[in-house]
């Protein structure tokens, strides 16, 4: 399963708010709530939001396998 929980804390050490990106970068609302939810995303919002976090994937989301627990 992929997971997204190093998206808000990248987010938070770049200072951009997922606010911010909705009115400033115009990612969709839609998109956001996916990765709150560690749902399927487009790999087009991945390269997107690297951009503008100025960041690698790696600091966005990570893979962990179905027995393993959320940390």
């Known amino acids: 399963m992929i997971v997204y929980d190093r998206l808000w804390e990248t987010m ?11 009115k400033n970068y115009h990612i969709n609302e839609t ?16 390269d997107r939001l690297c951009e503008i976090l100025d960041c ?8 962990i396998r179905n027995n393993d627990s959320v940390k």
């Open 12 to 22: 938070k050490k770049k200072g951009i708010s997922q606010y911010s990106l909705i």
């Open 31 to 46: 998109q956001l709530y996916r990765l709150r939810k560690n749902m399927v995303v487009k790999t087009i919002t991945l």
């Open 56 to 63: 690698e994937v790696e600091d966005i989301c990570r893979y």
